[in-house]
């Protein structure tokens, strides 16, 4: 096992180095870069006003790219040429692509991220900053998500065909039909304040002053504005899951070891907990990392906006808007090792529910 781990962890590197290369071009053809962007906010300004940004960009050369390289920038009419030069250095946009890929993959692989073009912050403090946010809600939800839909997928298949079956998978169609962002819209009217109770807060995950606070406060104050977004996100999350763990279950309970085991005598529920039930989680626990990854990084985005919750989601967005390639890369490059590492931990934890499984045997 330890031969296969090397092999995956060897692997990361080459993925990782792929993946943010097909990334970097891309954002190389979408147009309004950084400089873009800064010439944008200058062209209704007095052209003085460029004194105040010729100090951004800092030590940030190599992350990212833009229209640079001797074009003309719409927008930089009236504007001296040695400032847009100065731009361009100072974003590191004098560089050919290779290169400043290059460095911005050497510097990535000591997490040396730089600083925001527009935030004038390191990288690395703002995700740390936005971490909490989004590690609250991913792993709330997905909690929440396997406490719920295991045991009703596990419900619905001994089930099969009953009365109770038939009501939960319309409970189940609706909550896969539903996007999450749609539930917060409507838990937001129902409960905080948009039309009828009041009960919930609006924003953010703590209340003004709650340092003051004594611990039960806080975990109190924490939990009363969690609720509504974790609530949202498990509404729009737990039926695809439900359904998987139904059908998997009936999979398994109609092989011929079931019979089987039947026919020796074995009590029900020994043959669903004792037989059924390892074999059948080995495809949920396959799931579990693309479901915390799109729970954490994907499907809380409109959350955190709808609840204003300032999370990783919202600042990749923002980054994305403004062209703020070094937070875009960053965020980026974290998510892709993160999941990457995530795809390792489902293997291991294969081996975990069932140690006839033998990856080691296997060639990746």
Same mark, same amino acid.
């Given at each position: ?11 990361i590197?080459?993925t ?26 200058l ?6 006003a ?18 640079? !390289? ?7 009419? !009236? ?24 460095h ?23 995700v ?21 839909s ?85 509404i729009?999350?737990f ?39 390892r ?22 985005l ?16 923002e980054a ?12 980026l ?22 140690p ?6 296997q060639?990746?």
């Amino acid at each position: 096992m330890g031969a296969y781990i090397i092999r995956r962890l060897l692997l990361i590197v080459p993925t990782l180095f792929v993946i943010m290369l097909v990334n970097f071009l891309v954002v190389q053809m979408v147009p309004g870069g950084p400089i873009e962007q800064i010439l944008a906010r200058l062209d209704h300004t007095d052209v003085s006003a460029t004194a105040r940004v010729s100090g951004l960009g800092g030590d940030v050369a190599g992350a990212g790219g833009s229209s640079a !390289g001797g074009k003309t920038y719409r927008g930089a009419q !009236g504007l001296p040429p040695e400032f847009i030069a100065s731009l361009e250095v100072q974003f590191g946009f004098d560089k050919p692509l290779p290169v400043r890929f290059l460095h911005m993959m050497r510097d990535f692989l000591v997490f040396d991220f730089g600083r925001s073009y527009f935030r004038d912050r390191e990288v690395t403090e703002l995700v740390i900053d936005k971490l909490p946010v989004s590690i609250s809600l991913g792993l709330w939800t997905t909690l929440f998500v396997y406490l719920i839909s295991i045991p009703l997928g596990i419900a619905k298949a001994v089930r099969h065909g009953s009365r109770f079956d038939v009501w939960t998978s319309a409970v189940v169609v609706v909550g896969n039909a539903v996007p999450s962002f749609l539930f917060a819209i409507l838990l937001v009217v129902l409960f905080a304040g948009g039309q009828y109770l009041d009960w919930f807060p609006l924003r953010g995950l703590h209340s003004d002053g709650w340092r003051a606070l004594s611990w039960p406060a806080i975990v109190i104050d924490y939990l009363w504005h969690i609720a509504l977004p974790v609530f949202a996100l498990v509404i729009g999350g737990f039926a695809s899951l439900t359904i998987l763990t139904k059908n998997s279950f009936l999979e398994e309970i109609g092989k011929q070891y079931v019979t089987t085991a039947r026919a020796k005598g074995l009590a029900e529920r020994r043959v669903l907990y004792g037989h059924v039930f390892r074999n059948a989680m080995l495809i949920v626990i396959s799931g579990f990392p693309a479901a915390f990854m799109s729970i954490l990084f994907t499907g809380s985005l409109l959350i955190e906006v709808i609840f204003s919750l300032d999370g990783l989601g919202l600042l990749g967005f923002e980054a994305a808007l403004n062209r703020d390639y070094p937070v875009m890369f960053a965020t980026l490059y974290f998510f892709t090792l993160l999941g990457l590492v995530m795809g390792l931990v489902a293997d291991l934890t294969y081996v975990l529910v069932d140690p006839r499984i033998d990856f080691e045997s296997q060639e990746i």
